[in-house]
């Protein structure tokens, strides 16, 4: 198992998965994971939904299309290559997110992760992505491949409906895994020196 560096050093999006079922004891790791990150005032408020259900996916799936076909899809096809990734790479990653797209409900596992809280607060997202962080380092650690995904949010009522989610409850990211098709390796990013500043905004912390 790698080391924790090395985790995060290469655990790259992984959108293409095999549909070979997953054991449920590494579901059951992943989702312990998961529940040691922090949330606000340790209240726990999240909550995960296992999918398996072919049927559930299928009908998530709809939406997840309509929202590459209307949204994301072009966006791709017209944006600069984020920084640390080349033009060739950023269109291989646009073909992994039509292929994910195209096979959503192929991936064996769903882990949905929700806030038993409705809020539009700003700040809810820190009591449920840190878990989301977690679960994705305890997948790559243990062999398998996913992608953290938000998409079905562009059509959040009609996805969450899909889902089943009572009220009062809301979705914010679905993690796909499964066995990855291909392998993993360093993560395609920018160098510090593009991001950090110190004190002052724009005052790099990194000199070049």
């Known amino acids: 198992m790698p080391d924790l560096f090395e985790t995060m050093q290469t655990m790259r999006a992984m959108r293409r998965l095999k549909p070979d079922p997953v054991p449920d004891d590494l579901i059951v790791k992943i989702l312990q994971a998961g529940t040691c990150a ?9 909550r995960f939904l296992v999918v398996k ?16 076909d209307e949204w994301i899809g072009p966006r791709y096809l017209s944006s600069t290559p984020p920084p640390g990734v080349t033009k060739e790479q950023y269109l291989k990653q646009h073909a992994a997110v039509q292929y994910l797209t195209d096979h959503f409900a192929d991936a064996p596992v769903w882990i949905v992760a929700c806030l038993a809280e409705e809020t539009n607060n700003r700040g809810a997202g820190a009591s ?15 062999g398998l491949g996913s992608t953290l995904t938000t998409r079905h949010l562009l059509h959040e009522k009609e996805a969450d409906a899909a889902l089943g989610l009572p009220p009062g409850v809301r979705s914010y990211a679905i993690l796909p895994i499964g066995y990855p098709m291909g392998k993993f390796g360093p993560v395609g990013r920018g160098d510090l020196s593009e991001f950090v500043y110190l004190d002052n905004w724009g005052e790099k912390y990194i000199r070049d």
């Open 38 to 46: 922090p949330s606000g005032g340790n209240t726990q408020k999240w």
């Open 53 to 68: 259900d072919r049927k559930i996916k299928e009908a998530v799936q709809v939406w997840y299309k309509k929202a590459f």
């Open 128 to 142: 449920i992505y840190p878990a989301v962080q977690n679960m994705l380092l305890a997948t790559r650690a243990l």
